[in-house]
């Protein structure tokens, strides 16, 4: 009981410090609900960023822009091929 309450306050606090559009992140885990993919920019190994499809900048928020990319899928992870691609993901400004 007491091991299952303390896995539950460590998914709160996870829950708590969520990352909005255009912020680093290590998953999709840690992005907030609005951003549905933590990108790749820079390789599978290197911390992505907290994004999500776009059609307009006012769709990313403060933190990001909309911009077209070419998506490479790495592993269950999306990386950036290249700029001036087929999709529009928010990406940092």
Do not use: Y
Not at 34 to 55: I, T
Not at 75 to 84: E, H, I, Y
């Amino acid at each position: 009981m007491v091991r299952a309450l303390g896995l539950l306050a460590a998914l709160c606090c996870c829950a708590c410090s969520k990352q909005p559009i255009g912020m680093p992140c290590s998953s999709d885990f840690a992005c907030e609900s609005k951003a549905e993919k933590c990108l790749r920019l820079n390789g599978a190994d290197q911390d992505g960023v907290c994004s999500r499809r776009c059609s307009s900048p006012q769709d990313c928020g403060e933190h990001a822009s909309c911009g077209r990319v070419s998506m490479k899928h790495l592993g269950g992870m999306m990386g950036k091929l290249s700029a001036g691609g087929t999709e529009s993901w928010c990406v940092p400004r």
